[in-house]
């Protein structure tokens, strides 16, 4: 890829509305906005600016359940940065050179992307920002390693996710599933602009609804072999499937659908 892309923010003002984007398988209002705009430069994002995007989720432990066997079991989670906002179609164009989605809109959640299309986006956007890569690829054997010690880009394993998402509660959402999400009785059968919904407690828009989010996880390889999980319902889901432990799996290389999309996370700075 040619180039290099610089994240630029500046304050909106206070009489401004400003949104995001996001996908389905919400949106916010701002009085002091931070709005991003991609600039072509001649060589990398800037961190520091992509920094400001990045929530520190604080360690704590999760309780998951899986319905099909109705297991429950509980996970540590340590510290690490997670992005206040789904991936959006202008920082995946601009990484990727790549615009997949069947909704178009720079401001909306990428989505039509396979689980390692969403690894190749954040091993290249780790080598934008000069990070070592999370990911190691083998197509031939369709084999993915990933480095949890590494500092760059990666996808939420499925207990961070989940530990972000609730911030800290037990509960299924953060408020009422209108305040917070794009689900199918509001979303106009599409996604809608990230950050128009409320946040949760840590800052995070869109966790709920909107597009369901990849995740680094297989979901059981004794079961599904390599299929991987995504979390947190989308725009074309019913009430009952857009909550914070609703746990679903697909192809992590053949699968992609319009309400699939994906937020990065990073290892917390130390």
Not at 139 to 152: F, R, Y
Not at 163 to 172: D, S
Request: with cysteine; glycine share 6%.
């Amino acid at each position: 890829m040619k180039g290099h892309y610089e994240l630029n923010f500046f304050t909106a003002p206070s009489n401004l509305d400003a949104c995001l984007p996001t996908g389905r398988h919400t949106y916010f209002s701002w009085s002091l906005a931070v709005f991003v705009t991609l600039n072509m430069i001649n060589s990398e994002f800037d961190i520091a600016s992509l920094s400001n995007l990045l929530v520190t989720i604080p360690k704590g432990s999760v309780k998951m359940r899986d319905d099909r066997t109705n297991e429950a079991w509980c996970i540590d989670v340590d510290s690490f940065e997670l992005c206040k906002f789904p991936t959006t179609q202008e920082i995946y164009k601009a990484v990727t050179d790549e615009s997949p989605s069947t909704f178009k809109g720079d401001r909306l959640p990428v989505e039509t992307v396979s689980w390692i299309e969403a690894v190749k986006f954040c091993n290249t956007l780790s080598e934008l920002t000069d990070k070592d890569k999370c990911y190691e690829v083998d197509l031939d054997s369709e084999k993915v390693t990933m480095n949890l010690l590494a500092n760059g880009f990666r996808l939420p394993t499925e207990a961070e996710w989940q530990h972000a998402c609730q911030a800290g509660t037990k509960n299924i959402r953060h408020g009422d599933v209108e305040e917070v999400a794009w689900f199918k009785h509001n979303s106009n059968n599409q996604t809608q602009e990230v950050g128009q919904k409320k946040p949760n407690e840590w800052g995070l828009h869109d966790m709920l609804g909107n597009v369901w989010e990849w995740c680094s996880d297989i979901y059981d390889e004794t079961v599904y072999g390599s299929y991987r999980v995504f979390r947190g319902g989308g725009w074309c889901d019913q009430e009952r499937s857009v909550m914070a432990t609703t746990r679903r799996r697909s192809h992590p290389f053949s699968f992609k659908i319009d309400d699939l999309g994906f937020r990065v996370a990073t290892n917390s700075k130390k």
